[in-house]
């Protein structure tokens, strides 16, 4: 220790060392060092040529707060975050500040996944920002309760949910919502053709859904997973003993999937729910016998031709 204090005696001060390190001495300028006096180029009006449909900020992480009928029921997460707004012809630009100004207001206020505050939010960035419409999307992890089958064992798992919000003065609340969830399945054929075994993969469904007149139930997460999980062979578990890793062994077993029976099943269930007004679903596993993995989709809307019966 003191042999460093005598080290350290002999040092250049903190100025010192900063300018060898290459820092140099302020300019002094005439240009104004006050907002007042300082040219505003994004309110510059003239003929820009072309509207925008959209300009902001992107990958912006902000805390935000997550409401769940399960268990943890609020929780605080990291969310990622794109807010754009409109922009006329007649203006060169926004003021891009201006809009995380609104997301730290509305964080300020308790900013939540619920449907509500990220409404008020997105409408909020239109009027401050003076535009006709306004645009958010947040995505985020979302951490939830689940409890081995057969020991008990609690652990958190998590699923990646999404929100896009389309806000216009002239039209309803445009809302789409996506979670995507892992799961497990095994293949059939595997298990057809195969004196034992058979062959299993982690998959990962994504389901994108527009509910009717833009209403999001507060429960949509916990339905969408009920749509995934339900249908899977089984699914993945943070904790488990022997015995709950025999009985997903053979639940797996038992309820072997293509990407194609997972497709097909989660589309039924999402049929039945009166809300959603159209759906798309993406599945994909990740083959464990194969360097590819099996994909697979389906899109359907209530207002097509198209029809399930």
Known sequence: MQQNQQHASLWPNKAARLKLFG????????KPVEAEGMHDLQNVQHDFLFALDQVGIGNLRYPLIVHSTLLPSTMTTSARFRLTTSLSQQSRGINMSRLTEQLELARQNGLSDRLDDLTTLTQNLARHMQQ????LEVEYDWYYERQAPRSGRLGL???IARLELNHTMASALHVKATLEVQITTLCPCSRD?????????????????IPANGLLPDDWKERLLEVAESNASSIPYPVLKRPDEK????????????????????AADLYEIEWISSFQIQCRNEESI????????????????????
């Open 23 to 30: 820092s140099i001495p302020s300019v002094s300028g005439e």
């Open 132 to 135: 006709k419409q306004a645009e």
């Open 157 to 159: 798992n998590h699923a």
């Open 193 to 209: 053709i195969s004196e034992y075994s058979a062959h299993n993969q982690r998959g990962r469904l994504t389901i994108e859904i």
């Open 247 to 266: 009985h997903i062994t053979e639940q797996a077993y038992e309820n072997a999937r293509f990407v194609e029976d997972m497709l097909r099943l989660s």
């Open 290 to 309: 194969h360097q590819h993995d099996a994909v697979g989709s389906i899109t359907y809307s209530r207002t097509s031709a198209y029809s399930m019966e």
